[in-house]
């Protein structure tokens, strides 16, 4: 893991966890903070195996969201499948098989419940590692059921030095800095992405909406509650965007951003505990 750009504290949570692993793990972080890249290498460790190994690996199952971005019951269930088969004895290695879970804050209440069955009742040799970036979203019985280890950014003087060896410009490297938040994996994708990539594409949003009035604001919420995913990024954005003007911002510029910053997080909340998308979209182009 020495060639992954991690915080410290990050870094040492994962090796304690290999070290030393219980049944299940959830990874909690931003979109784009590295959260695949870091279970793929936790379940390569685990089961002493390359990773470049893990997708014709047969005893590690893994699961994403589908096309309509969620994670329903009949993929859970492909699971107990999983689980039944027996598997060759490996020398005295207890940890067999491993469960990934992708985006587990996109699974559906009965999904949900159908996992909690196996981390209640985890097979001796299996392990299930679930990444995630909403926990609210998740079962508070489901959550109370693995370890948990939050991800956190590393610093940004870090990612700067990083993102210089992929030798982009200054300039190129700045504005990934500032769409991206920080998320290692959403900087790269910027960077080599540019105007493409999502958060790129949230960002002109962004800029969009804040420099309309509010009757074009309101214009906006019709096709923007459409797309759910775009709407997450704009608020994210929108975040990002604000914290960073409050570093220079004065007077009434100042509290501009601040009101800025604020509604963008309410919205946050909004999304997070499910608000219908249309009324949290509506809050916020009324109070930006």
């Known amino acids: 893991m020495n060639d992954l750009l991690l915080n410290q504290s990050t870094r040492a949570n994962v090796n304690s966890f290999i070290s030393k692993p219980s049944s299940s793990l959830l990874l909690i972080g931003s979109t784009g903070v590295g959260k695949t890249t870091i279970i793929r290498y936790i379940a390569a460790r685990l089961l002493a195996i390359e990773e470049s190994q893990i997708n014709s690996y047969p005893y590690i199952m893994q699961i994403s969201p589908d096309e309509k971005k969620s994670l329903g019951i009949n993929q859970i269930r492909a699971i107990d499948r999983f689980i039944s088969l027996a598997i060759p004895r490996r020398d005295e290695q207890q940890i067999k098989r491993i469960i990934l879970v992708d985006d587990a804050d996109k699974l559906t209440l009965e999904a949900q419940n159908a996992v909690l069955k196996n981390l209640e009742e985890?097979?001796?040799?299996?392990?299930?590692?679930?990444?995630?970036?909403?926990?609210?979203?998740?079962?508070?019985?489901?959550?109370?059921?693995?370890?948990?280890?939050?991800?956190?950014?590393?610093?940004?003087?870090?990612?700067?030095?990083?993102?210089?060896?992929?030798?982009?410009?200054?300039?190129?490297?700045?504005?990934?800095?500032?769409?991206?938040?920080?998320?290692?994996?959403?900087?790269?994708?910027?960077?080599?992405?540019?105007?493409?990539?999502?958060?790129?594409?949230?960002?002109?949003?962004?800029?969009?909406?804040?420099?309309?009035?509010?009757?074009?604001?309101?214009?906006?919420?019709?096709?923007?509650?459409?797309?759910?995913?775009?709407?997450?990024?704009?608020?994210?954005?929108?975040?990002?965007?604000?914290?960073?003007?409050?570093?220079?911002?004065?007077?009434?510029?100042?509290?501009?951003?601040?009101?800025?910053?604020?509604v963008a997080y309410k919205a946050h909340e909004h999304l997070e505990h499910k608000t219908n998308l249309r009324l949290t979209l509506t809050y916020l182009m009324l109070n930006l």
């Open 122 to 262: 985890p097979p001796y040799d299996t392990i299930f590692l679930l990444s995630c970036t909403n926990p609210n979203a998740l079962l508070d019985t489901l959550k109370s059921r693995v370890s948990k280890i939050r991800i956190v950014n590393p610093s940004r003087e870090a990612l700067v030095s990083y993102l210089e060896q992929l030798d982009p410009s200054k300039t190129a490297i700045d504005r990934a800095m500032g769409i991206s938040g920080g998320s290692i994996g959403s900087a790269i994708g910027i960077i080599e992405q540019e105007e493409t990539h999502a958060l790129a594409i949230a960002a002109k949003l962004s800029r969009n909406v804040l420099s309309a009035n509010l009757y074009e604001r309101l214009l906006m919420v019709n096709d923007l509650s459409k797309d759910p995913i775009l709407v997450n990024d704009l608020v994210t954005t929108l975040q990002q965007m604000a914290d960073i003007s409050l570093e220079k911002a004065t007077g009434m510029q100042a509290k501009r951003w601040q009101n800025i910053l604020y």
